[in-house]
């Protein structure tokens, strides 16, 4: 594949991606969230490690981590995007290991949004409203997250594969509303 086909491939994946986030969170009820979503994306280190990886059908970060051991990309965008369980670890003061951090609700409800994004993304025809369940689901062993973060995900994304799109966002919109009650 050419640099244009890379260039302009990665560039409508990563806006396409946005906009369906973007829609997704003004469904979930945090507008904002989807506005922000993602911005890291066009910073020269994860736009162009994106365009010298791009292949279509899966995350060139994958790509980069094959080729060199680890991505330079993901390592910037876990350490922005607040949606990202990777994002939320912390030193536990008792145990002075790095442990997971139980998630905010609204960007738990990004992360949904985000996840049910990508997989209509790349999966494109394929997709169902169980893609996202199932691709959580397979690498839940591996995951270090919050057990509370993973439950509440979990939740939703079950919701969304037995229930559909509208049963799945009307409890995240009350989750989300419960949180900033608080």
């Excluded at 260039?7 to 969230?33: D, Q, S």
């Excluded at 876990?78 to 030193?91: A, I, L, P, Q, S």
């Excluded at 509440?152 to 989300?176: M, N, P, S, Y």
Aim: aromatic content about 12%; hydrophobic content about 35%.
């Amino acid at each position: 594949m050419n640099f244009a086909s890379r260039f302009y491939g990665h560039l409508h994946t990563i806006n396409g991606h946005r906009r369906k986030v973007i829609v997704n969170c003004f469904r979930a009820g945090i507008p904002m969230r989807g506005l922000l979503h993602d911005l890291s994306k066009y910073s020269p280190t994860e736009f162009w490690n994106g365009v010298k990886y791009f292949q279509g059908m899966r995350s060139p970060n994958e790509a980069e981590r094959e080729d060199i051991g680890y991505s330079r990309a993901w390592m910037h965008h876990k350490g922005r995007n607040r949606h990202h369980f990777e994002f939320w670890t912390d030193y536990d003061p008792v145990t002075r290991l790095c442990q997971p951090v139980k998630m905010p609700v609204v960007f738990v409800a990004e992360m949904f949004c985000d996840r049910m994004a990508a997989s209509k993304t790349y999966m494109k025809k394929d997709y169902t409203d169980a893609s996202p369940l199932k691709y959580f689901l397979k690498g839940k062993h591996r995951r270090s997250i919050h057990p509370e973060t993973s439950d509440l995900l979990e939740g939703w994304l079950t919701i969304l594969a037995e229930q559909g799109e509208d049963a799945a966002f009307a409890e995240i919109r009350k989750a989300v509303k419960h949180s900033r009650g608080k």
